[in-house]
């Protein structure tokens, strides 16, 4: 399709890109925080894959190229970002140790269709997007995307062993603020199925 | 070798991925299997990991395809002879 579309078949890009528009939006969401400027940023992103489409070589997944200039439009937008206190691209210095977890003595399995639940929904968009930018974006790309850890420590520009201590940190994190607050929103005795 | 919770916390992560290797895995298995505490940590981080992972905890804006689409037409009629 990549071909037929540099060979002058624009039209063609439209279907190209449906099975990513959510991914590309995703990605950009969890860098901005925000979501006029993560749609801004997802349609200059397609803008720019569209533009440069010639430059695609197919060395890597068209969906993992998509990703890359993604995240190079988010990141370039938090640089340049001046209405809120920027962001560090780098690792915070102060937070080289280990991340302890939540501790807990039992824990009750929460079905996925506890996410019918606004209150619950927003408890792990809040968890996910709090977390600092190095680990939220490994986070994405790993366990919300499912890239392997070679993809994403490409996408990332980043070491595959980088990419695994920030993992680690970041579903430590995830675990510790969370834990204890689906614990205490989800119900006492079972769960039932939404009709 | 009988391993303390902190150090099975430090490979939960790998634990989960199964990148574990073969020694360290039984050694963590062996924890498990007695510790509770370490249990629930690792059952609450694979439950919240299925559920952050989920299509519903992030949603596309409505309307978001059609502005998308619009935007690219106009790029492409503007590019094209």
Same mark, same amino acid.
């Given at each position: 399709m990549i071909a037929q579309i540099l060979a002058g078949n624009s039209q063609l890009f439209h279907e190209l890109i449906r099975p990513y528009e959510r991914r590309v939006y995703i990605m950009a969401l969890s860098f901005l925080r925000n979501e006029a400027d993560a749609e801004d940023a997802a349609q200059e992103a397609f803008l720019k894959a569209f533009r440069n489409?010639?430059?695609?070589?197919? /060395?890597?997944k068209f969906g993992t190229w998509l990703i890359s200039i993604t995240l190079n439009e988010a990141r370039s937008r938090i640089r340049h970002r001046d209405t809120i206190k920027m962001e560090s691209l780098d690792e915070p210095p102060d937070d080289q140790g280990h991340t302890l977890p939540a501790l807990l003595r039992d824990w009750k399995e929460i079905p996925s269709?506890?996410? /019918?639940r606004k209150e619950i929904r927003l408890l792990l968009q809040k968890a996910i997007t709090a977390l600092p930018l190095i680990y939220r974006e490994v986070f994405q790309l790993r366990d919300i995307e499912q890239l392997s850890v070679n993809e994403a420590a490409a996408a990332l520009g980043i070491s595959i062993a980088a990419v695994k201590v920030r993992l680690h940190r970041a579903r430590m994190m995830l675990q510790k603020k969370l834990a204890p607050e689906l614990k205490q929103v989800a119900p006492k005795r079972r769960w039932f199925a939404w009709s | 070798m009988v391993i303390e919770c902190k150090h099975v916390w430090a490979h939960i992560s790998g634990y989960l991925d199964a990148t574990l290797p073969p020694e360290v895995l039984e050694q963590v298995q062996k924890h498990l299997e007695h510790c509770e505490i370490c249990s629930a940590i690792l059952d609450s981080t694979r439950n919240i990991l299925i559920l952050t992972a989920d299509e519903r905890v992030f949603e596309l804006p409505l309307g978001f395809s059609e502005r998308l689409h619009a935007r690219l037409e106009d790029e492409i009629r503007g590019l094209a002879p």
């Open positions: 489409l010639a430059s695609f070589r197919g /060395e890597a269709e506890a996410l /019918e | -």
